[in-house]
């Protein structure tokens, strides 16, 4: 735990802060990179508390933070992962001075589709809010090709049958004739897509605008993100595990 954190090694907490793997760090430490306290340490295992001693690496002072969490405004055309050969992805969107190796996104959000992306390096907390029987809600707008009626989408609170599961809706809402919204606790592979289509409606635009208790702050431009608020990590950690 953040809090309970006093001596740790240094190559552990430089590799914590995203400065590379256990190996890499090594290689800074033993290449004389690293100081403490204005003090060369070439001594990998050597303790700090991170909290307290002043750290500096490569000529420049290193401000400890063991875990970070960001909310991103998704635009169409980049994929959720966190490095691809060919096309950008969602970490691409960070500025380099955020950018760490160990963040990741939370849940997957297809290229086509905008909205509410949470990146952090919490393994633990990714790991309880996309746990599937968590079932975190996940509430999603979207705009159809054809025109849907009142009471179009109630079908699927009932359920619908994708082959390889059943999916239901926890809340559906039909905002206009080709508008609608609603809440899913799965994160299959082109969920809702695959959940309005067998309904006979073709997706054209999908957005995420809750995930759990957190909302998408409609500030943040698409592609924009900022950091949580200490409130909303306490309410993510609070919501699940
Ligand atoms: N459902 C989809 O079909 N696509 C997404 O990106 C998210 C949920």
Do not use: W
């Not at 380099?96 to 589709?113: A, Q």
């Not at 200490?230 to 595990?241: C, F, N, V």
Request: aromatic share 8%.
């Amino acid at each position: 735990m953040e809090d309970d954190l006093v001596l740790e090694r240094l190559d552990k907490i430089l590799s914590h802060m995203g400065m590379g793997s256990r190996k890499d760090v090594r290689a800074l430490i033993k290449a004389g990179l690293v100081k403490i306290n204005d003090h060369q340490v070439v001594d990998s295992g050597y303790k700090i508390d991170p909290n307290r001693d002043l750290l500096e690496v490569d000529g420049k002072i290193i401000t400890y933070t063991r875990y970070v969490y960001f909310m991103l405004n998704k635009p169409q055309g980049y994929i959720t992962a966190t490095e691809d050969n060919y096309q950008k992805t969602v970490l691409d969107l960070l500025d380099p001075k955020d950018y760490r190796k160990d963040l990741f996104p939370v849940g997957r959000l297809d290229k086509d589709t905008e909205g509410l992306l949470l990146l952090t390096n919490d393994g633990h907390l990714g790991h309880m809010l996309t746990k599937p029987s968590n079932e975190v809600p996940k509430r999603y707008y979207f705009e159809t090709l054809e025109e849907m009626t009142a009471k179009s989408l109630d079908p699927l609170l009932k359920g619908v049958d994708l082959g390889d599961f059943l999916a239901t809706a926890l809340e559906v809402k039909v905002l206009d004739q080709k508008k609608g919204e609603l809440v899913i606790a799965e994160g299959k592979f082109h969920q809702v897509k695959r959940m309005c289509a067998v309904l006979g409606y073709t997706i054209i635009y999908l957005e995420r605008t809750e995930f759990g208790p957190l909302v998408l702050d409609r500030k943040l431009p698409r592609g924009g993100y900022r950091s949580l608020k200490d409130t909303e990590i306490a309410l993510l950690k609070a919501s699940k595990g």
